[in-house]
């Protein structure tokens, strides 16, 4: 079983930069991909960013690309989503995602699969104001 808590949400005016954090529970998180996924009311779950477990291989939605960026530390059990150049667009619940199989090596389309991920966040409302 893994727990994750996202924290870094609030509000913030278009052209602000927003830091989220997500902290994982268990001891192999070294080896499990993590994503971003955001969603708005009456959409489906949108991928954001992911990244792969050696930390080196990240893939971008193109909404954020140049924008977002994805990192994690390992040895905090910690994976970020940092938010530059917000847009009002950007306003969104946004959930932390894990798949657990320790060092899959999953495609980038895979990434983008919602149902690539077995535990999620409770999220955590980003809000861009115009």
């Known amino acids: 079983q893994v727990q994750l808590v996202e924290s870094g949400g609030g509000l913030v005016q278009a052209g602000d930069s927003l830091g989220l954090s997500c902290a994982a529970s268990g001891r192999a998180f070294s080896s499990y991909t993590m994503g971003w996924f955001r969603q708005v009311p009456g959409k489906e779950r949108e991928f954001v960013a992911a990244?792969?477990?050696?930390?080196?291989?990240?893939v971008y939605a193109d909404s954020v690309k140049g924008r977002f960026t994805i990192s994690r530390d390992n040895a905090k059990n910690l994976v970020y989503l940092l938010m530059n150049n917000l847009k009002p667009e950007d306003t969104a619940v946004y959930y932390c995602?894990?798949?657990?199989?320790?060092?899959?090596?999953?495609?980038?389309?895979?990434?983008?699969?919602?149902?690539?991920?077995?535990?999620w966040g409770q999220g955590t409302q980003v809000t861009v104001s115009s």
């Open positions: 995602a894990a798949d657990p199989r320790p060092y899959y090596a999953a495609s980038d389309s895979q990434l983008y699969n919602p149902q690539l991920y077995n535990y």
């Open positions: 990244i792969r477990w050696s930390g080196g291989s990240t």
